[in-house]
């Protein structure tokens, strides 16, 4: 049986570990106040943090609790309504970087993880357009 990156990382109490404190600080680093805007304008950082364990479990070769919930894992459709700047995606990288830094993460795996990540932010950029009749910019402080 192939070791998945979710293995690799510690399991399923190692992710929800990981999205935790990555939303920790998300929520206390200057970094992460316009990330923080964005959720919300949804449905908030508590479910956020839950559907972020969710479909990580899942990019991560564990179960797909994300997709029995909502039916796919497209990122850019979850995202589509979001106004999302080169700014946001690098500042939600850069908190990313540091939760797996302060949690001791390292090795081959999880450059792999932070390459996949980046590629996969870079691609939600959208300059603020964003898709839908009822959607609109959110205000840039």
Same mark, same amino acid.
């Not at 179960?63 to 979001?82: A, C, D, F, P, T």
């Given at each position: 049986m192939t070791e998945t990156v979710l293995d690799k990382l510690?399991?399923?109490?190692? =992710? @929800?570990?990981?999205?935790e404190h990555f939303y920790d600080l998300v929520e206390s680093r200057p970094e992460g106040?316009?990330?923080v805007r964005l959720h919300m304008d949804g449905h908030g950082i508590a479910a956020t943090r839950e559907?972020?364990?969710?479909?990580?479990? &899942?990019?991560f070769g564990g179960?797909?609790?994300?997709?029995?919930?909502? &039916?796919?894992?497209?990122?850019?459709?979850?995202?589509?309504?979001?106004p999302i700047l080169q700014k946001d995606a690098e500042d939600w990288l850069g908190l990313m970087d540091r939760a797996?830094?302060? =949690?001791?993460?390292? &090795?081959?795996?999880v450059e792999r993880? @932070?390459?996949t990540l980046r590629r996969v932010a870079l691609v939600l950029v959208n300059d603020g357009e964003?898709?839908?009749?009822?959607?609109?910019p959110l205000a840039r402080s």
């Open positions: 510690g399991g399923e109490d190692a =992710l @929800r570990q990981l999205v106040a316009q990330i559907q972020q364990f969710n479909f990580l479990c &899942g990019f179960r797909h609790y994300y997709k029995e919930l909502h &039916g796919h894992m497209n990122v850019k459709l979850i995202h589509e309504h979001i797996l830094a302060d =949690l001791g993460h390292s &090795g081959a795996h993880i @932070r390459a964003v898709v839908g009749a009822d959607s609109k």
